[in-house]
């Protein structure tokens, strides 16, 4: 795996049909739309996508969007981290390294690493070296969030009602 | 559904071995399960859970959180609204009426409400009268969170970059 190459994905209309073929379709991508049809965006400016052509075709796709050091509720000390989402690989080319070349990619920034996996993929996580964060209902609202810590960070600890 | 009977569910051995019948069990049962076996909240403590009794059988689960007005991004004024997750209805007991009971139990409280609906659900959503909120990246991190307007409550207007 060692010459796949991760780009930054472009907000273009090709881009957006390529989104398309990806399951975790949403309210992001259909804004992105409206913002270049309306020319709010510029054509060919830059996403928060990254992701990996195999040919002409965009198999695998990630975002990457680095939080404020203010916004930190999860890691010691807190800082600028980054929060991963729509890690997805299309099913063709799936368990070929590709998953985890983008991690590994977003782990090269040295910044912590939040994710919120949607489709059941803890085991896939794990073997990055994700772990659960403590629970926090204020926080965490129902979700499952998985982070990633670099040498030096810990999480954050939680006050808990004694 | 006159009769249906929406509960504040306790925390308890009982309430939590029910929920592992819901597909959504993830780290928040856990961790209320942690707080219970290490005495940190109290057997039969309220929980952020409300539910379905059919007969002994939890057959419907939702949790309610009430988040405050210095925290919400989504409304036009600024208040208190609730964020909805987790409603959930078992698969035997669905399309009975109990998944729009529960979200009309919620907004009884006359808050706007907020939920991040992780299955595909968006007609059972529209149905109930819940809207797409427009996307924002900062705040939404590629959610699709989905709002329910109370009379006199406006989506907040999201300033675009022009």
Same mark, same amino acid.
């Given at each position: %795996?060692?010459?796949?190459?991760?780009?930054r994905?472009?907000?273009?209309y090709?881009?957006?049909?390529?989104?398309?073929?990806?399951?975790e !379709?949403?309210?992001?991508?259909?804004? %992105?739309?409206?913002?270049?049809e &309306?020319?709010m965006?510029?054509?060919n400016?830059? &996403?928060?996508? !990254?992701?990996? +052509? +195999?040919g002409d075709?965009?198999?695998?796709?990630m975002?990457?969007?680095?939080?404020? /050091? /203010? #916004? $930190?509720f #999860?890691?010691? =000390?807190?800082?600028? !981290?980054?929060?991963?989402w729509?890690?997805e690989?299309?099913? *063709?080319?799936?368990?070929r390294? #590709?998953?985890?070349?983008?991690v590994?990619f977003?782990? &090269?920034?040295? @910044?912590?690493?939040k994710?919120? =996996?949607?489709?059941?993929s803890?085991?896939?996580w794990?073997k %990055?070296?994700?772990?659960k964060?403590? #629970?926090?209902m204020?926080r $965490?609202?129902?979700?499952? =969030?998985l982070?990633w @810590?670099p *040498?030096?960070v810990?999480?954050?600890?939680?006050?808990?009602?004694?």
């Amino acid at each position: %795996m060692n010459n796949v190459k991760i780009e930054r994905l472009l907000i273009n209309y090709k881009t957006l049909e390529a989104f398309k073929q990806f399951k975790e !379709y949403g309210n992001q991508e259909l804004s %992105m739309l409206e913002d270049l049809e &309306s020319n709010m965006v510029e054509n060919n400016s830059e &996403s928060p996508f !990254y992701g990996i +052509y +195999y040919g002409d075709r965009l198999i695998a796709r990630m975002s990457l969007y680095r939080v404020g /050091k /203010k #916004y $930190d509720f #999860y890691f010691d =000390p807190p800082q600028d !981290y980054l929060e991963l989402w729509k890690l997805e690989v299309l099913p *063709d080319y799936q368990h070929r390294g #590709y998953g985890k070349a983008m991690v590994e990619f977003a782990k &090269s920034y040295e @910044l912590p690493i939040k994710t919120n =996996p949607r489709i059941k993929s803890h085991g896939f996580w794990e073997k %990055m070296g994700f772990q659960k964060a403590h #629970y926090e209902m204020e926080r $965490d609202l129902g979700e499952n =969030p998985l982070i990633w @810590l670099p *040498d030096g960070v810990k999480e954050k600890e939680i006050a808990h009602p004694s």
